[in-house]
């Protein structure tokens, strides 16, 4: 099978989120449909202060024949892919550089400090200015509320992923999507998963 050309190799893509929005499976469904496709992808993983709340990032070194450290350089972040809005800028503020491009889910998830009235939470308004400050080019689309219609808030990590493969910096394919996930979990649950990454696909040629 011959390779597509990566734009860049290494390809340094970071998935980030908060923990319960699926960020861990989102970064090892990527890396299997790239191992598939015969790219070497590194992962490497960091956990915030709690496992569901906390931050949440994923690093993927993507390369058509060399194995890379799992850690991306700081300022060295090609691609970012985040669930939550506000981890993007936190992201950027760490690894953009001035040719950086960012894909973002809109739906915030308010830390406890937020809610308690200690803290102050950015309007969207506010989230996407920053992000655009901070990025060569930048997507957003509220996965969130399309996985809620599908009926299962869960599925935006999922609905994210399809919308990475509609953006086309990466050589990622509904087939390819297939293959991984039928490996992962059962027939009953494969048609709302592969639902979710067509509404992403969707999603990410109207944004």
Not at 57 to 82: E, F
Not at 127 to 136: F, N, R, V
Request: proline content about 5%; aromatic content about 6%.
């Amino acid at each position: 099978m011959k390779k597509i050309a990566l734009a860049y190799d290494p390809y340094n893509l970071i998935i980030c989120g908060v923990g319960g929005q699926g960020n861990v499976l989102a970064s090892r469904l990527l890396a299997g449909m790239l191992v598939r496709q015969g790219f070497q992808v590194v992962v490497g993983e960091t956990f915030g202060v709690s496992q569901r709340g906390g931050s949440v990032m994923s690093h993927l070194r993507v390369s058509a024949d060399k194995v890379w450290s799992p850690q991306i350089p700081q300022g060295r972040g090609h691609l970012v892919v985040t669930l939550e809005p506000v981890e993007a800028i936190r992201v950027l503020a760490q690894y953009g550089n001035s040719g950086i491009k960012v894909l973002t889910n809109t739906r915030p998830i308010y830390p406890a400090a937020v809610i308690a009235g200690q803290e102050r939470y950015p309007s969207p308004a506010e989230i996407q200015e920053a992000i655009a400050k901070m990025a060569a080019a930048a997507w957003f689309i509220d996965a969130t509320a399309e996985a809620v219609k599908l009926g299962n808030p869960i599925l935006g990590n999922i609905i994210m992923i399809g919308a990475l493969a509609g953006l086309k910096e990466l050589p990622l394919s509904r087939d390819g999507f297939m293959e991984i996930m039928a490996e992962m979990m059962t027939g009953d649950k494969m048609g709302a998963n592969l639902q979710a990454f067509d509404q992403g696909v969707v999603l990410m040629a109207k944004a």
